[in-house]
């Protein structure tokens, strides 16, 4: 490797250590957050908004780490989600990155990936967790997210997604 590689790299690296702490951290205070200010802060899907960030300013491989890291860190601090929901979370949010990655190879537009692999990943999430309910492994309600708020929220993150990368063309 030559110099500019490595430096290229390094800087690369740093960016992404940093991007993790920052998303670690607003998970970690996203129940004071709520709590302060009133608001469900998490009814934004904060981890998803930190994947989605990740997409776009990091790469393909820290998204998938994040996609790991967040809702086990969050288990870990907060013992919530129970660990059956941490698991489902987990799952849902590297199929989000797989898929995105995916379908990014098949369209022209970024829109249709990023949106595609949200709505995709929260189908299998929500057919999942319906199995894991009925078979008594999760004690929840099936949809405990307001489905408007969730459309919200996967449009907003779709157009953002769109708008930065139409940006860099």
Known sequence: MNKATTSTLVQQSTKSILFDILALLFIYFVPALSHLSGLPIYYAEPMRI???????????????????????????ISAHPVLPKMLLITFELVLNVFLFYLLSKKFKQIFWPILISIIGSKMIYYILKYF???????????????IYIQIITTLVLSFYVFGFFRKQR
């Open 132 to 146: 894991l309910i009925e078979t008594t492994i999760l004690k929840s309600e099936l949809v405990s997210t307001p």
């Open 50 to 76: 930190m994947l989605i960030l990740a997409l776009v300013y990091t790469n393909k491989q820290n998204a998938y780490i994040l996609a790991v890291t967040l809702p086990l860190f969050s288990y870990i």
